[in-house]
């Protein structure tokens, strides 16, 4: 059901000046910049290795990034995992009983879906669900 984590989630005030940090002193490659109005975010994804960072800037204070980062500032906002069917896994873990945040899939970057699991069940991470 898990394949791999997919990407790693971190909360920026300043999308473009984050993004010219990572490529600039890491010399990490920006794969492209969307905006995802239902999370009320514009992400940038940068390749590291295997996986990739994805930089959450907020477009607004009342969404789930702005929040965030009016709480605890800048940082590590979730890890996210790659599941072959987001709908199967979430069925599965709902009979285990864990803590969702969605029960039913949220649109994603790049036409994907996924899906938070409560960090009360994750021992204090955000995980999110998230299929291609
Ligand atoms: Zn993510």
């Not at 920026?12 to 492209?32: H, I, Q, R």
């Not at 965030?68 to 996210?80: D, N, P, Q, S, V």
């Not at 803590?99 to 204090?124: C, Q, T, Y």
């Amino acid at each position: 059901m898990i394949k791999k984590i997919d990407h790693i989630g971190i909360a920026v005030s300043n999308l473009e000046e984050a993004l010219s940090f990572y490529e600039e002193a890491l010399g990490l490659k920006v794969k492209g910049i969307e905006e995802v109005p239902e999370q009320k975010v514009k992400v940038g994804f940068l390749d590291i290795g295997e996986t990739q960072f994805e930089l959450l800037e907020s477009m607004a204070p009342d969404g789930p990034v702005g929040k965030f980062i009016e709480k605890r500032g800048e940082g590590l906002h979730h890890i996210a995992i790659l599941v072959d069917n987001i709908e199967n896994t979430l069925h599965i873990l709902k009979e285990k009983q864990v803590n969702l945040i969605d029960e039913v899939p949220r649109k994603g970057a790049s036409g994907s879906k996924m899906a938070f699991i409560h960090p009360k069940s994750a021992h204090g991470v955000l995980l999110e669900l998230y299929e291609k």
